[in-house]
């Protein structure tokens, strides 16, 4: 198949200003009649020719009427999957009508079922799946929408907009109209039907209007929308404040579904969101559900501005929503809890998810310049560097100009379909700033790498910095040049311990820069990408005394953890290599942070933790799975004798709490469960009979799953207790039932990929559902020991899984295909199994676009 270009962009030939929809909703039949005011475009650029509406492989028109007249069969065509026809005036009324069956859509784009419910997923081209039309984020419609549909199967009919009308019909159906007042493109449509309840609320505007919120979920889980409730109102007070943007529709609902390819759907007044995103209470869900709840219903809240109120022009341009968006519930959540402790969750995402991204064969622009099939793009490159990128502005505008810049967007481009140079232009008007450089963000793939080297002249008090940067090369693009890096860079003396060069940012423009520093009259410490300024690769001159002095001194939180997590790096990484390494550089410095009294339990939690062994790979020339292991055990272990006293202290100072979901409890629980992983891999003698006990008496299910994963990584009598246990009474609960299956995918034994096969064939894992598909399959995979384990069964099963996954739906498969995408990067035994593997599933027949391209260009 023929790439789509970022160049080859055009206007479309025809609009659609406005659109009614009639439904006659039937699981295995429902009927779409849709009604288009269609109108030449008359703008520049745009091409002439006739109507092209785009549909499904295999869809055929029942009827196409012009204009209230009935065409004959060959008055219309159907290309390429495209209804075609020919008009001859400027504005005509296009009729068509389609059947279409929900029951069979197991892809989960356009119009299926989940649980008894019918709902739509449209971004990012399954609108042509409901009905023909020009399925291109540039074409704004005005929509009204009609449903039909047995009333006790779907007592419930929802819809974008307000609802105008309702009623009974024949036969035990009844009706609903919606209508959305904003121009929106057709991958913002949603309607949902079915036998649900809502969680009602409402929230008053800062201009005084009152929307009327529901949370609308099966009625066995309205307990557990509180707190998705909670977040939904605190959002859109945040972005009251903090933008000055307030919510423009009287109704504001959300639906939580059991199927759903992604975490949640921003549609115009309607958002689709997983359940796994909307439901929570303390027994069901742990601390870090509750805080992803948060961030995705925020983040959906927020793209009523950033996406629906402006659009995207084009795919391309998928960035300048998402990230943006992003950025802005990164934020939100920042300003909710510990902002430190979410930076460092951030940048570990951003490490263990892009980084490799960037670094691999799949690498992409933020605004990537070619795609076979959008839904590959939807990537941690697309968003999570995006939101970096959005992030870097908002530093080196700092925040009152970046307000200024967002201002103005959202002025200029209100209503409309914009692109990312529309963002950056609009931040550059707004502050008199020259962003000409920045634009290589969005232009460029690969992470840079940044060289310092702090050097000390003490006769003359001077310090000398010297900054250089490379870009990689990276897929069809091999030369690159110098990305602009705002750098938060100090300096500390340590000896005194004290701040010697107050906070500044340095923006490096070119490939190097040399920084002298006066008056710096003992031995400077440098603190470098202090907050993680910028998304980049640091390598330093600084010792182990100097990154453990920082781990212990440092004003930023940030920097104080980065410190750390360099210093344990250096050691292993030593170690893996077979150099001299010092452990004890490594102890001493958690020892110091883990009964450091000023320090927050969150915040030593995430401190003391190893880096992960995936990560470690990324710092290695070539990777060895087992040799990470050894390495990485074998200072853990150590960790864990030697400060036993320690762990002991901080476990049992962290116990006892009720549950209540505050910053404080929280990181309490967190640095409870580490401590305990801490203690069971020293080999305490009582690990598991502690996890035992915590497992037993949790009130909460951080606690409990908590002690269930230490149990797993173990071979104790009590993991099979706890793992029955577990079962037995979650089992009828799908997204605890997840969990129960992850934690068995990320075990740290050594027969996890035999185990991950046999779960495989429990009669509770299925392939239809992403969720469960994630929790075992994607889990495995992310596990990079068991994933690669020599005799490569790893491969074989995730292999076979993504082949068996493709025939149900392509997307949720070709998400599996990136962790064998990275062959290249092991050691030649394990990368010739792992492309054979990728070979194979390229020879298979019938493969889908989705999994093609991820394959075939892993393969290149
Ligand atoms: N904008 C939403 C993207 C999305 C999606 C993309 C492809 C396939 C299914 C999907 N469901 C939702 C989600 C978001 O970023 O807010
Ligand atoms: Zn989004």
């Known amino acids: 198949p023929a790439p789509t270009l970022r160049l080859d962009y055009r206007p479309p030939a025809w609009l659609v200003p406005s659109m009614r929809l009639d439904f006659d909703l039937d699981a295995a039949a429902t009927r779409v009649r849709a009604t288009l005011e269609v109108e030449k475009n008359l703008t520049d650029g745009a ?23 009935l065409l004959a069969e060959g008055e219309w065509r159907v290309e390429d999957d495209q209804l075609v026809i020919d008009l001859v005036g400027p504005k005509h009324v296009v009729e068509t009508e389609v059947v279409i069956s929900p029951d069979k859509n197991t892809q989960l784009m356009g119009l299926y ?6 709902c739509t997923q449209c971004e990012a081209e399954g609108f042509r799946r409901i009905t023909f039309f020009p399925d291109r984020p540039d074409v704004l419609s005005r929509y009204t929408v009609k449903m039909i549909a047995d009333r006790a199967l779907y007592p419930v009919l929802l819809a974008n907009g307000d609802l105008v009308g309702e009623g009974e019909a024949e036969d035990g159906r009844h009706w609903a109209e919606w209508r959305d007042p904003f121009p929106k493109p057709c991958y913002l449509f949603a309607m949902v039907a079915g036998d649900l309840k809502a969680n009602r609320d409402s929230f008053t505007t800062m201009s005084g209007r009152e929307v009327q919120l529901g949370i609308w979920v099966r009625e066995a889980d309205l307990p557990r929308t509180e707190h998705a409730m909670g977040a939904l109102k605190s959002s859109m007070a945040w972005d009251e404040t903090v933008y000055g943007r307030e919510y423009d529709l009287g109704i504001f609902n959300i639906v939580a579904v059991a199927d759903f390819n992604f975490g949640a759907m921003e549609n115009k007044g309607l958002n689709v969101f997983n359940s796994r995103y909307i439901l929570a209470d303390p027994e069901t869900a742990t601390d870090a559900d509750y805080d992803a709840i948060a961030g995705v219903v925020a983040h959906e809240y927020f793209h009523n501005w950033s996406g629906n109120r402006v659009t995207c022009r084009d795919w391309f341009q998928l960035s300048l929503k998402e990230g943006f968006t992003v950025f802005r519930d990164q934020e939100f959540s920042a300003d909710q809890g510990s902002r430190a402790v979410k930076r460092i969750e951030d940048v570990r995402v951003l490490r263990a998810a892009q980084f490799p991204e960037d670094g691999g064969p799949l690498a992409h622009p933020i605004r990537p310049d070619s795609y076979l099939e959008i839904s590959n793009f939807y990537t941690a490159t697309v968003y999570n560097k995006g ?31 914009a692109t990312c140079e529309d963002f950056v232009r609009a931040m550059e008007d707004a502050n008199g700033a020259d962003l000409a450089d920045f634009r290589r963000w969005y232009s460029q793939a690969g992470t840079p790498r940044v060289r310092a080297a702090l050097s000390h002249e003490p006769g003359t008090a001077r310090a000398r910095l010297t900054l250089e940067q490379t870009v990689p090369p990276t897929p069809g693009q091999d030369d690159k040049q110098p990305m602009p890096l705002p750098l938060r860079l100090a300096l500390f003396g340590a000896k005194s311990g004290k701040p010697i060069v107050p906070e500044r940012i340095h923006v490096l423009h070119d490939a190097s820069a040399e920084i002298l520093f006066e008056g710096v009259d003992e031995q400077p410490v440098l603190s470098i990408n202090r ?3 910028a998304p980049v690769i640091v390598e330093t001159n600084r010792s182990s005394a100097d990154l453990a002095f920082l781990s212990g001194h440092d004003d930023d939180p940030f920097a104080r953890f980065e410190a750390m997590q360099q210093l344990m790096i250096d050691t292993l990484v030593a170690a893996i290599e077979g150099r001299a390494f010092d452990e004890e550089a490594v102890i001493e410095a958690v020892r110091n942070t883990l009964t450091d009294k000023a320090l927050d339990a969150a915040f030593i939690g995430e401190a003391v933790l190893l880096p992960s062994e995936a990560f470690l790979g990324d710092q290695l020339a070539v990777i060895d799975p087992s040799a990470i292991r050894k390495a990485r055990s074998h200072l853990r272990q150590r960790l864990g004798r030697e400060l036993e006293a320690e762990w002991r202290a901080a476990y049992a100072a962290c116990a006892g709490n009720r549950f209540e979901y505050t910053p404080s409890a929280k990181g309490l629980r967190r640095l409870r469960t580490v401590a ?29 799953q908590g002690a269930l994963s230490t149990l797993a990584n173990g071979t104790a009598p009590e993991r099979e207790t706890a793992l029955a246990a577990f079962y037995d009474r979650y089992k009828g609960d799908a997204l605890v039932l997840d969990k129960w299956f992850t934690t068995q995918a990320i075990s740290m034994r050594d027969d996890t990929a035999e185990a991950v096969e046999k779960l495989a064939q429990h009669p509770d894992f299925t392939l239809a559902n992403p969720n469960r598909m994630r929790a075992l399959v994607g889990a495995f995979a992310a596990n990079q020991f068991a994933f690669h384990v020599a005799d490569g069964r790893g491969y074989r099963f995730v292999a076979d899984m993504i082949l068996k996954a493709d025939r149900l739906n392509p997307q949720s498969a070709a998400r599996l295909v990136p962790p064998l995408g990275r062959w290249r990067r092991f050691e030649p035994r394990r990368a010739a199994l792992m492309k054979a593997e990728l070979e194979r599933i390229v020879a298979t027949p019938g493969l889908s676009k989705d999994v093609f391209e991820q394959a075939s260009k892993s393969l290149a």
């Open 387 to 417: 939101a970096e990128v959005i992030r870097m502005l908002h530093t080196m505008l700092g925040a009152d100009g970046f307000r200024r810049g967002t201002d103005l967007y959202f002025e200029r481009h209100d209503g409309t379909a």
């Open 47 to 69: 091409p002439r020719g006739p109507l092209a509406l785009d549909g499904a492989p295999g869809m055929k028109p029942v009827s196409v009427k012009i204009d209230g007249r």
């Open 531 to 533: 907050g993680f300024s």
């Open 113 to 118: 079922a989940s649980g008894g419910l019918l």
């Open 676 to 704: 305990l992983g801490y203690l069971d891999d020293g080999g305490a003698a009582d690990a598991a009979k502690l996890a035992l006990a915590q497992f037993e008496g949790a009130d909460n299910m951080t606690d409990r």
